[in-house]
C-alpha cells in the first residue's frame, strides 16, 4: 500500500529498523572507542609508571616489615577503593628496603606477613616466602615480585602503575632459595 506522500510500510520499516541497528551499532562501539583511546585519556598520558610516596621513612622501623598503600596511578573515577593498592616494605637498615607486591607469585592471592614465623603465608594454595621475599614452599615456582624504591628527601617512593610481573621492567623477582638437600 501505498501513502498519498508516496512511501511504502515496508519502506519505512526498513529505515527504522536501519535507525535501531544504527543505534546498538553506536552504543556497542562506545566501549570499545573508549577502550582503545584510553591510554590518552589517562592523566599522564601513556607513561603510567610514575614514583609514588609510601610515606615517611618513620613508618618502616628498621628489621621490621609493614603494610603500606599507595593510589594506582591507573585509576578512574568509579574506581573507588579498589585504586588503594597494598604492598608489603621490609625495612632492612638505613636506607635498605624491599617492597613487595602483595600478591602471591603462583596465582596471586593476597600474602599475610607472619613475623613470628618470618614468613610470609598464601592462603589460597599454601605458598610460603621467606621475609626477604623468596619461596620458602609450596606451589609457586618463584619468590614475590618486588618494586624498584628510591628514598627522597625521607620518603620512600616505588615505580608503580603496572603489577609487577615476570614481563615487566621495573619489577625484579626475588631470587629462589635453593634447599641443601636438592
Not at 607513561?47 to 613508618?59: A, I, K, M
Not at 603465608?121 to 619461596?135: F, L, Q, T
Not at 618494586?147 to 615487566?168: D, N, R
Request: charged content about 20%; proline content about 8%; aromatic content about 8%.
Amino acid at each position: 500500500m501505498n501513502s498519498p506522500n508516496g512511501s511504502t510500510r515496508r519502506g519505512m520499516l526498513v529505515k527504522l529498523g536501519l535507525l535501531v541497528n544504527g543505534a546498538a551499532g553506536v552504543i556497542l562501539a562506545v566501549p570499545i572507542v573508549r577502550y582503545l583511546l584510553s591510554p590518552l585519556n589517562r592523566e599522564g598520558g601513556t607513561g603510567t609508571e610514575r614514583w609514588l610516596s609510601l610515606g615517611s621513612l618513620d613508618q618502616f622501623p628498621a628489621g621490621q616489615t609493614r603494610l603500606a598503600t599507595y593510589r594506582n596511578p591507573i585509576v578512574y573515577p568509579a574506581d573507588g577503593e579498589t585504586a588503594n593498592i597494598p604492598c608489603w616494605v621490609r625495612r632492612i637498615d638505613g636506607e635498605k628496603f624491599q617492597v613487595f607486591a602483595v600478591n602471591c607469585a603462583h596465582l596471586g592471592c593476597p600474602v599475610r606477613w607472619f613475623p613470628q614465623s618470618g614468613l610470609f603465608m598464601c592462603p589460597c594454595h599454601g605458598g610460603a616466602y621467606y621475609e626477604d621475599g623468596s619461596r620458602a614452599s609450596g606451589p609457586p615456582e618463584r619468590g614475590l615480585f618486588e618494586y624498584s624504591y628510591k628514598v627522597e628527601q625521607g620518603t620512600l617512593l616505588i615505580k608503580a602503575g603496572k603489577m609487577p610481573t615476570t614481563g615487566s621492567p621495573n619489577a625484579r623477582l626475588v631470587s629462589i632459595k635453593k634447599s641443601p638437600c636438592a
